[in-house]
């Protein structure tokens, strides 16, 4: 299984602010993802993260709120833009090979938003 | 009605009996199922993957699929403390190139000692 590192693994923000969430994989791998899991809830998948395009965003999720951007096979970054309380939640890197059709999960990081 | 349900639970097993989870899918074009567990704080970690009809084993585990019935269940044998869980199935529907996982709700599951 790949080591996905991701930092921060938690903040506190003010509202209004935006946060980037850093994702860096050990190997090389062809689909990286980034879910959202709220308090108590299942994942959601907010996007696929294209390397070197435009993130593929899932109903729901817009470019303006939450830009991704992938500049090679390891590393990824997610924002969350102007923040409020509902976007309290922790997000999740994820990156599944194609081989074997696995997906591994990063630590995520809990992201509260005061 | 939803791509993957799951009965939430919470699922009380004693110690050392058979703890079974269930998952039904309503994409009948889905090839691969797959199996994570979550401890309380934690990301989901993978434990079982299955592509076949039938039972697959790994140690106290065994995933079943019955794709015409459109359900994957897991097995815990001898279940222990350590097993406790929220356990969320997952399939690659309704997407192109089968890429994306849909997670389940999530089955919470209590073993006591």
């Known amino acids: 299984s790949a080591v996905i590192s991701q930092k921060p693994s938690r903040d506190i923000c003010q509202r209004g602010t935006s946060l980037t969430i850093q994702c860096q994989v050990d190997?090389?791998?062809?689909?990286m993802f980034w879910y959202r899991q709220q308090p108590g809830q299942s994942l959601t998948l907010i996007a696929t993260?294209?390397?070197?395009?435009?993130?593929?965003?899932e109903s729901g999720f817009v470019i303006d709120k939450f830009p991704i951007s992938r500049p090679n096979l390891t590393f990824s970054t997610l924002t969350v833009s102007n923040m409020s309380p509902e976007d309290s939640s922790i997000y999740l890197c994820s990156v599944r090979y194609r081989s074997t059709g696995e997906l591994f999960f990063g630590e995520g990081s809990r992201l509260t938003v005061l | 009605q939803k791509e993957v349900e799951q009965n939430s639970g919470p699922l009380s097993v004693p110690e050392g009996a058979i703890a079974s989870l269930n998952c039904t899918y309503s994409d009948r074009g889905s090839q691969s199922f797959f199996w994570y567990r979550q401890y309380s704080g934690k990301s989901p970690e993978l434990i079982m993957f299955i592509y076949s009809n039938g039972d697959k084993e790994d140690g106290r585990f065994t995933a079943q699929l019955n794709k015409a019935s459109q359900y994957v269940s897991l097995l815990i044998r001898d279940s222990q403390p350590s097993d406790s869980a929220t356990y969320l199935c997952a399939f690659p529907g309704f997407n192109f190139g089968n890429e994306k996982l849909t997670f389940g709700t999530g089955t919470r599951l209590t073993i006591i000692p």
């Open positions: 190997s090389q791998v062809t689909m």
């Open positions: 993260a294209n390397q070197g395009s435009e993130a593929t965003y």
